[in-house]
């Protein structure tokens, strides 16, 4: 069973940075080339894609974060990040690891696919 486990999370100030980390597990027998994303959510809004990887590593963001976000992996250490940087008070929500192991590729990377494993969430808050 694959789970995700994300930290990282925090308070910062507009301009400032944070990095989320989210350690995958139970993923050995899928290899390391599959589908891996970080989304978000704010209270009474729909889930938002951020930044998705897919199996070859090539990377898709929101236009909302384009140029301040960076998502990368480690496949050594099974883990995936988000380095958020410039941040603004418009990037707070709860941040979602997510990962769908039978998917190397999908046409919107920043749609979860029916198959994706979600994380518990990781709070940001981006005070002004």
């Known amino acids: 069973e694959v789970q995700l486990v994300e930290s990282g999370g925090g308070s910062a100030q507009t301009g400032g940075s944070l990095t989320l980390s989210c350690a995958v597990f139970?993923?050995?027998?899928?290899?390391?080339?599959?589908?891996m994303a970080w989304f978000r959510q704010d209270p009474g809004t729909e889930r938002e894609g951020v930044a998705a990887?897919?199996?070859?590593?090539?990377?898709y963001y929101a236009d909302s974060v384009k140029g301040r976000f960076t998502i990368s992996k480690d496949n050594d250490k099974n883990t995936l990040y988000l380095h958020m940087g410039n941040l603004k008070p418009e990037d707070t929500a709860m941040y979602y690891c997510?990962?769908?192991?039978?998917?190397?590729?999908?046409?919107?990377?920043?749609?979860?696919?029916?198959?994706?494993?979600w994380g518990q969430g990781t709070q940001v808050t981006v005070s002004s």
């Open positions: 997510a990962a769908d192991v039978t998917t190397f590729y999908r046409q919107n990377m920043l749609v979860p696919p029916v198959s994706t494993v």
């Open positions: 990887i897919d199996g070859n590593g090539r990377t």
């Open positions: 139970g993923v050995t027998s899928y290899g390391s080339r599959y589908y």
